[in-house]
T-cell receptor
Framework: AQSVTQPDIHITVSEGASLELRCNYSYGATPYLFWYVQSPGQGLQLLLKYFSGDTLVQGIKGFEAEFKRSQSSFNLRKPSVHWSDAAEYFCAVGPPRNSGNTPLVFGKGTRLSVIA | EAGVAQSPRYKIIEKRQSVAFWCNPISGHATLYWYQQILGQGPKLLIQFQNNGVVDDSQLPKDRFSAERLKGVDSTLKIQPAKLEDSAVYLC??????????FGPGTRLTVL
């Protein structure tokens, strides 16, 4: 069965510092991969997605993620964190193309705190 | 385009009471999902509809939860009777073929 592991429950970084959030997945084939962000009291906003092709994908708000097939990882990065980035981040996997609208499977999330 | 709408945004009830949540998906989206997000966890699928038919409800506690999607558009999720462990955010999402699901703002349920 597919699963997503986000090993870090909570990360604190200083404003302006770089950020990397880890995500590992288990799936029978190369899945679609997603990162969502959730601010307090808000729904899930899509940051970026990987379907195929270039393994480094760019997203909104200056985020990027790199797909590494050999490590079954899809880590999220940002070179310089802003205080407004404080939120909960979720990695998710979905089925390969042509598998219909199979629902996404989410990790447990990583809470990001940003300090001055 | 308008996003996924959900109401109410917040609900507080006592255990054993009933509650219902409403979702209006993005126009034209045939697939609708209800997820449950317990505090400190990622969203977990409860039920998936394709138009007005159920595709997957294997994770729905059917002794107390029910959902419907009449006419293949709006959907309601009901809990009767509620338990303390039902306290969570209930997220609705919708998608069309080949698109990434879009999520609504969620309904935060507190069961006392």
């Amino acid at each position: 069965a597919q699963s997503v592991t986000q090993p870090d429950i909570h990360i604190t970084v200083s404003e302006g510092a770089s950020l990397e959030l880890r995500c590992n997945y288990s799936y029978g084939a190369t899945p679609y991969l997603f990162w969502y962000v959730q601010s307090p009291g808000q729904g899930l906003q899509l940051l970026l997605k990987y379907f195929s092709g270039d393994t480094l994908v760019q997203g909104i708000k200056g985020f990027e993620a790199e797909f590494k097939r050999s490590q079954s990882s899809f880590n999220l990065r940002k070179p310089s964190v802003h205080w407004s980035d404080a939120a909960e981040y979720f990695c998710a996997v979905g089925p390969p193309r042509n598998s219909g609208n199979t629902p996404l499977v989410f990790g447990k999330g990583t809470r990001l705190s940003v300090i001055a | 385009e308008a996003g996924v709408a959900q109401s109410p945004r917040y609900k507080i009830i006592e255990k054993r009471q009933s509650v219902a949540f409403w979702c209006n998906p993005i126009s034209g989206h045939a697939t609708l999902y209800w997820y449950q997000q317990i505090l400190g966890q990622g969203p977990k699928l409860l039920i998936q509809f394709q138009n007005n038919g159920v595709v997957d409800d294997s994770q729905l506690p059917k002794d107390r939860f029910s959902a419907e999607r009449l006419k293949g558009v709006d959907s309601t999720l009901k809990i009767q009777p509620a338990k303390l462990e039902d306290s969570a955010v209930y997220l609705c999402a919708s998608s069309s073929s080949g698109t990434v699901p879009s999520f609504g703002p969620g309904t935060r349920l507190t069961v006392l």
